[in-house]
């Protein structure tokens, strides 16, 4: 895995090319295409494994929402944590963060799953693994991901200010220590899984409370609604 071979937006490959030529980088790509010539599908697609950075450049990310690795269904994974594709059904968790924004905002349920408008507004939608084996969740844990999404952490907690890091979910909240909660609002909520969102990730407030601290900030607030369906399809890719 080459830092010249890797297609990534220019001010996320200026603070995190250079990973790309570590050992353990290398041993991920070689893991990966081993996955790949055994004829096992990898999700999200290989265009789409460094969405997020691409969708949200380094200077424009106000929010981080952390997740743990892709959804592993065929056509569900495109790159942004938590998000689908417009006629994918939103996953169990996808929908208790709509039940959860609309209990703190009163915002109605949109018609997709598709999280790209938050992300363009600066929300980075990160998972902490970048690809996953098809029907088997973590598969690609322990691989190499995780050295390479907390570089992308640090070099945010280390040159921004007055960003907002919603950490949900242990494997989520194990990343907090690399952010310095003097510089940055970091926000804990049990994971919104159908097997824990009921034990405090409903109720948390965690949209409202990121707006508040934007607005505080001199920043503008996070728009949480999300254009409807027909809307998403005319906007530009």
């Known amino acids: 895995m080459s830092a010249h071979a890797i297609k990534l937006e220019p001010s996320w490959k200026a603070r995190v090319?250079?990973?790309?030529?570590?050992?353990?980088?290398?041993?991920?790509?070689?893991?990966?295409?081993?996955?790949?010539?055994?004829?096992?599908?990898?999700?999200?697609?290989?265009?789409?494994?460094?969405?997020?950075?691409?969708?949200?450049?380094?200077?424009?990310?106000?929010?981080?929402?952390?997740?743990?690795?892709?959804?592993?269904?065929?056509?569900?994974?495109?790159?942004?944590?938590?998000?689908?594709?417009?006629?994918?059904?939103?996953?169990?968790?996808?929908?208790?963060?709509?039940?959860?924004?609309?209990?703190?905002?009163?915002?109605?349920?949109?018609?997709?799953?598709?999280?790209?408008?938050?992300?363009?507004?600066?929300?980075?939608?990160?998972?902490?693994?970048?690809?996953?084996?098809?029907?088997?969740?973590?598969?690609?844990?322990?691989?190499?991901?995780e050295g390479f999404t907390d570089a992308v952490v640090d070099h945010l907690n280390r040159e921004r200010e007055n960003l907002v890091f919603l950490l949900w979910g242990s494997y989520a909240q194990a990343k907090g220590k690399l952010i310095d909660a003097r510089r940055h609002l970091v926000l804990k909520a049990p994971h919104p899984s159908p097997l824990s969102a009921h034990r405090g990730f409903i109720g948390c407030g965690h949209f409202s409370r990121a707006n508040t601290w934007l607005r505080e900030h001199g920043l503008d607030e996070i728009d949480w609604r999300l254009p409807p369906a027909s809307e998403l399809a005319r906007m530009p890719a």
């Open 17 to 145: 090319g250079a990973y790309f030529e570590r050992a353990e980088m290398q041993t991920l790509s070689g893991f990966l295409r081993g996955e790949l010539r055994a004829g096992k599908a990898i999700f999200p697609a290989p265009k789409n494994i460094f969405a997020a950075l691409d969708a949200t450049p380094f200077d424009a990310v106000k929010v981080v929402i952390l997740g743990q690795d892709p959804y592993h269904g065929p056509g569900q994974a495109h790159g942004l944590c938590f998000s689908v594709l417009p006629g994918v059904p939103a996953p169990p968790s996808l929908e208790n963060i709509f039940k959860e924004i609309e209990r703190d905002l009163a915002i109605p349920r949109p018609d997709h799953g598709c999280l790209l408008p938050w992300a363009r507004q600066g929300v980075l939608l990160l998972n902490a693994v970048l690809t996953v084996e098809r029907g088997m969740a973590g598969s690609h844990q322990g691989k190499g991901w």
